[in-house]
């Protein structure tokens, strides 16, 4: 049995998932989710249970994010369920407080962050991302199931929300022209500028905000750059004695809050409704194409 306390805490490789998949206190799990977007609204959320379907690690289990993980009475796609929906979610899933969890997803990696994201936020420690996702699982020449989950025994999870991981619409107020306070915008700079094809409400960003896209911590082999390398893309953020992530909905974010996490720095909150909150109230101070830039 491994000992929770000693459990990779960021990272795992293909090597060490492929060494611990008969351990009974290792749960794999797939994140999968797709985002399509539409010209009426943001996006369609589309599982990623038919890619699970088609091909997964073996003994993995389908973690869904939007239909299981998340606030189902809220208007907005993938706001924190409540401690009580998430601990029988996980328990479902197989994942106990002693489970060492391993997350995964066969698209883009901050889906996998994401639910490490989650599990930290209600008091779990012992969960990993795998470095380069399901690509780098195949790339490796390791088996691979289809299919059904097998099932695993019912856990038994106790979630402790941990509140100061987590900023509200307020906070990102507060840390408007705070010096001590670095607000990160980590999608695509098209999107930080006012541009792409994903319409949250208004054009650009949060005001006084950077932008460190999620995209740009990761090589083409879908693995995370060096620590050296992060260290250099996320060295505004770590410069600052405290950090607000956000995205549209609070998934990419997670990619760069678990890096600037394992990078050490102590004060790090993701902004749960990100630019699905904030762009659709006017009264919210945003600078895109046809603001002026604050200061």
Known sequence: MIDASKSPRFLVDADWVAA?????????????????????????????????????????????????????????????????????????????DHSTVVCYATANHWWATRLWWMLRVFGHDAVAVLDGGFQAWRAAGRAVETGDARGRPRGRFTARLRPELVADRDAVLAAIGAGDTCTVNALRPEQHAGGGNTNYGRPGHIRGSINLPAIDVVGSDHRFLPADELRRVLAPALATPRVITYCGGGIAASSVTMLLMMLGHPDVRLYDASLSEWAPDPSLPMEGPDTAPAG
């Open 20 to 96: 611990h998949l008969d351990a009974p206190d290792v749960v794999v799990l797939d994140a999968t989710t797709h985002l399509v977007p539409q010209p009426d609204h943001p996006y369609d959320v589309i599982s990623g249970r038919q890619d699970f379907h088609a091909g997964h690690i073996p003994g993995a289990q389908f973690a869904d994010i939007d239909g299981e993980l998340s606030d189902p009475d809220h208007p907005l796609h993938f706001m924190l369920p409540s401690p009580e929906r998430f601990a029988d979610a996980m328990a479902a899933l197989g994942v106990s």
